[in-house]
């Protein structure tokens, strides 16, 4: 391609709109180009890139047997409501874009596809003979993300490899999801990237696990621990640990003491003179489930800990039917405002005991008849203990009084152990790890660009998708899905690999692998070398760019720095002797090079990793 004719404008200025380096750089260098929020469009340059890792994802999905199809982007509310996700996608996470069609039907715009291919399944799979099977798509998804940033990194229209599997049973997944974790391991090595896969939550349909596939970069998202033996990667949600040994209390007998100004920990400790550890924290929730119900949630734990979320949403889901739910739609530390509409009186905040009495929660008001009342607020707290403050004894904790704290309290004297035994704490970096108590867990960013996940039987069994076995019975089928963001992973490429000239891609997803630079095309023997070399390394089968545009030698330079190129070529001053100058970007080194062994050195380059 030639740049005089290609549609290719660069910025000297970093664009306002872009806060990480390879945001910037993706629009400065003329990639894409934002049209809404968290909406993209991918021009020339860009659209290579992704079509190179769209590629090597392909190639690797086939090499594990899996198989490409393309379901629809719109899809019938109705398949939605059989998962029973409509409502949960479209109203309460308000994720899906949905719309009315002409004839007043509900339909949605894919988010992912698992309802989709689950009602395939259901229509064509009858046997176990027709089983593993793993179908796979590269499309574009959509989805009302709450903050669309970072550029292609969190968008509302991106494009996703995700695939579906369905085995006879959690065995033979196993083996597929196997299968998968090969295939995304090639997928990165073969992009150029430094990753992890890590440990991921699963949310509370639990399944048999799931991991997600890190590339490591300081923009990145999500927080990584892991230990350097390599034995032990988690991303932060997820991840587990041994909490620091408690030091024993110097509080032998109950009293209440005044500790005005105490609401925080580091306060309460300074003023008592004691460790954190023998504190007993209170922490309040409010949990809104699906059934409408809000629950206020007293979570104890050991005064240094402090409560992983997702952990705790996790927990809440499972208790969810106790509440007439499935999920948890929402779980926040209540503000003011939400206090205001549920509390009878201010809360003792700072100073909150384990047994804060009910009696803070007004009693819902009477349904009008025959109606259950929406949005009820459950009169009681819901009391959770975790793991961490379980065996405490002569503890401190509040007194449910503002500026007075218990000291030397007991469960079982003084305090009820809530009955709801769980574990919510956070690890962080610096605790001692599970398998090995000698290795401390460290930290790193990285950015999720693909996650496998063994579902098990939610959808098929939602949905009604089964299998007859070898036996005669029917099953339902047992399903993995995986998922790549493909644009969210070219993005990564360059979050990962850039200088402060602009960005540095590896030679298997560069959108071409050289550019020859013209330095002065009023010059003939310029442009006459470098007119033959472009045609003959394009012919060689190198995807060379041809920078003949009537600029100056500089800017020329300045732009295939900014493309990031891996080679350029330029064929300058050195042309008397029959040379020219060949760079490669990543290193800046430099060589003359013989105009016959521009071609064969290059294509030797490019058959090592760059
Ligand atoms: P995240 O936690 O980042 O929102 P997710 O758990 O919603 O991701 P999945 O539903 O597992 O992601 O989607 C599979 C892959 O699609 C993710 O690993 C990620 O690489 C990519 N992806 C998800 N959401 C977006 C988005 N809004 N923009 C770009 N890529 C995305
Ligand atoms: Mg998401």
């Given at each position: 391609m030639r740049l005089s004719q290609m549609l290719f404008v660069t910025l000297r200025e970093d664009p306002t709109e872009a806060e990480i380096p390879s945001h910037k750089l993706l629009l400065r260098a003329g990639y894409i180009r934002r049209i809404a929020a968290g909406v993209y469009a991918y021009l020339p340059l860009m659209w290579r890139v992704l079509q190179k890792v769209s590629q090597i994802v392909r190639e690797e999905m086939n090499a594990a047997g899996a198989q490409e199809c393309l379901l629809p982007q719109l899809q019938p509310a109705d398949l939605w409501r059989e998962s029973g996700r409509w409502d949960t996608y479209t109203k309460a996470e308000g994720i899906m874009f949905s719309l009315i069609d002409r004839q007043q039907r509900e339909m949605g715009l894919g988010p992912t596809h698992e309802e989709v291919i689950t009602a395939i399944a259901r229509d064509m799979i009858r046997s176990y003979r027709q089983l593993p099977l793993n179908l796979y798509q590269i499309q574009t998804k959509f989805r009302d993300e709450i903050r669309p940033r970072f550029g292609l990194m969190r968008g509302r229209e991106f494009i996703?490899?995700?695939?579906?599997?369905?085995?006879?049973?959690?065995?033979?997944?196993?083996?597929?999801?196997?299968?998968?974790?090969?295939?995304?391991?090639?997928?990165?090595?073969?992009?150029?990237?430094?990753?992890?896969?890590?440990?991921?939550?699963?949310?509370?349909?639990?399944?048999?696990?799931?991991?997600?596939?890190?590339?490591?970069?300081?923009?990145?998202?999500?927080?990584?621990?892991?230990?350097?033996?390599?034995?032990?990667?988690?991303?932060?949600?997820?991840?587990?640990?041994?909490?620091?040994?408690?030091?024993?209390?110097?509080?032998?007998?109950?009293?209440?003491?005044?500790?005005?100004?105490?609401?925080?920990?580091?306060?309460?400790?300074?003023?008592?003179?004691?460790?954190?550890?023998?504190?007993?924290?209170?922490?309040?929730?409010?949990?809104?489930?699906?059934?409408?119900?809000?629950?206020?949630?007293?979570?104890?734990?050991?005064?240094?800990?402090?409560?992983?979320?997702?952990?705790?949403?996790?927990?809440?889901?499972?208790?969810?039917?106790?509440?007439?739910?499935?999920?948890?739609?929402?779980l926040t530390v209540p503000d003011a405002d939400a206090q205001e509409k549920w509390a009878t009186k201010p809360l003792p905040l700072g100073y909150i005991a384990p047994n804060l009495d009910d009696s803070y929660i007004k009693p819902p008001k009477p349904a009008p008849a025959g109606q259950v009342a929406a949005n009820a607020v459950a009169p009681k707290f819901l009391r959770l203990v975790d793991k961490t403050a379980v065996d405490l004894t002569n503890f401190v904790t509040g007194s449910n009084e503002s500026g007075y704290h218990v000291v030397g309290a007991n469960w079982g004297q003084e305090f009820e152990r809530p009955k709801l035994e769980v574990d919510v704490r956070k690890a962080v970096a610096g605790d001692r790890a599970l398998h090995d108590p000698a290795q401390t867990l460290k930290t790193a960013r990285g950015i999720e660009i693909g996650h496998i996940f063994q579902l098990g039987t939610k959808y098929s069994q939602a949905l009604g998708a089964t299998y007859t076995n070898e036996q005669g019975e029917e099953k339902p089928l047992v399903m993995g899905c995986y998922g790549v963001g493909v644009s969210r992973l070219a993005q990564a490429a360059v979050e990962q690999s850039y200088d402060k000239d602009g960005i540095v891609w590896t030679t298997a997803i560069a959108p071409y692998q050289a550019i020859v630079v013209i330095p002065d095309i009023a010059k003939a023997d310029q442009v006459q070398a470098a007119e033959k070399l472009y045609a003959e390394l394009n012919a060689a089968g190198i995807e060379t760019l041809l920078d003949d545009r009537n600029e100056r030698a500089g800017v020329k330079f300045k732009d295939a720095d900014l493309i990031g190129i891996p080679y350029r070529i330029v064929t300058g001053r050195s042309l008397q002797q029959g040379k020219v100058e060949?760079?490669?970007?990543?290193?800046?080194?430099?060589?003359?090079?013989?105009?016959?062994?521009?071609?064969?050195?290059?294509?030797?380059w490019l058959s090592e990793p760059y």
């Open positions: 996703m490899k995700d695939a579906y599997s369905f085995d006879v049973d959690e065995a033979t997944l196993k083996q597929t999801y196997d299968k998968m974790h090969t295939a995304y391991t090639n997928i990165l090595k073969r992009c150029g990237l430094a990753f992890r896969a890590v440990d991921a939550d699963s949310g509370a349909i639990g399944g048999s696990g799931s991991q997600e596939f890190m590339v490591l970069a300081d923009a990145g998202e999500d927080e990584v621990l892991y230990t350097e033996d390599g034995k032990y990667s988690a991303n932060v949600e997820k991840a587990v640990s041994l909490p620091p040994d408690a030091e024993p209390s110097s509080f032998t007998t109950y009293e209440k003491l005044e500790t005005p100004g105490t609401e925080t920990i580091a306060k309460l400790c300074q003023l008592l003179k004691c460790s954190p550890t023998v504190v007993l924290k209170n922490v309040l929730y409010q949990a809104v489930f699906d059934s409408g119900r809000v629950v206020l949630v007293l979570v104890s734990i050991r005064g240094d800990q402090d409560v992983n979320e997702v952990k705790l949403q996790n927990e809440l889901t499972k208790l969810a039917p106790q509440y007439g739910g499935k999920t948890v739609l929402a060949v760079v490669q970007r990543a290193t800046r080194s430099s060589q003359e090079m013989a105009l016959d062994a521009v071609i064969p050195t290059l294509k030797q």
